[in-house]
């Protein structure tokens, strides 16, 4: 398994050691132990989801303010541009987002640790997108910053309007956004 600190310390991009032949591939897509030992801190996932949505479809950018959630995040099926956005304030990156091309086909993983927010926007006809999450799902602190910001800038791979869920086109601009201290 190899592992890139990314620009934003604390998110990781994973790339696992894929066994291929004739018959298919084989890759080890999670170790507790090892994951562990390659980020340097001690992580229990103990919630798994999994979503399907068409191109164009943009999820995010959600975190939850309080029961913050740490994300390992992949794709099974499609390819994604997968984002996150620091939101710890005492952090040199405070506000600064980094993106990766998450594909079925290149089996790329991001840690994205507590204190982020995380959104993806499908680039194949359709995308089959996994995370583990370190605290489970609490609407009741659940926060969505704008996907389109202008502060944040983010550089979204798409040329049209994407598809968005009535909560995603309801975000908050980041200026109003709650953060972690």
């Known amino acids: 398994m190899k592992v890139t600190?990314?620009?934003?310390?604390?998110?990781?991009?994973?790339e696992p050691r894929v066994f291929s032949d004739g018959r298919g591939?084989?890759?080890?897509?999670?170790?507790?132990?090892?994951?562990?030992?390659?980020?340097?801190?001690?992580?229990?996932?103990?919630?798994?989801?999994?979503s399907s949505s068409m191109k164009h479809v943009l999820r995010g950018l959600h975190y939850q303010i309080k029961q913050s959630q740490g994300k390992l995040v992949r794709v099974i099926a499609g390819e994604v541009f997968d984002v996150a956005?620091?939101?710890?304030?005492?952090?040199?990156?405070?506000g600064q987002w980094i993106g990766e091309i998450l594909s079925a086909e290149n089996k790329k993983q991001l840690w994205i640790p507590e204190g982020f927010a995380?959104?993806?926007?499908?680039?194949?006809?359709f995308a089959e997108?996994?995370?583990?999450?370190?605290?489970?799902?609490?609407?009741?602190?659940?926060?969505?910053?704008?996907w389109?910001?202008?502060?944040?800038?983010?550089?979204?791979?798409?040329?049209?309007e994407p598809v968005l869920s009535t909560k995603d086109a309801q975000g908050k601009p980041f200026y109003e956004a709650e953060t972690y201290d």
């Open 118 to 125: 995380h959104g993806f926007v499908v680039l194949s006809a």
């Open 148 to 160: 389109n910001d202008p502060i944040l800038n983010i550089h979204w791979p798409i040329d049209e």
């Open 129 to 146: 997108f996994l995370y583990q999450t370190t605290d489970y799902w609490a609407p009741e602190h659940e926060r969505c910053i704008l």
């Open 5 to 14: 600190q990314l620009a934003i310390p604390d998110v990781y991009l994973i």
């Open 25 to 50: 591939f084989f890759y080890e897509s999670y170790n507790q132990r090892q994951f562990n030992a390659l980020i340097g801190r001690n992580v229990t996932f103990v919630q798994s989801n999994h």
């Open 85 to 94: 956005v620091d939101l710890r304030k005492p952090s040199p990156t405070f």
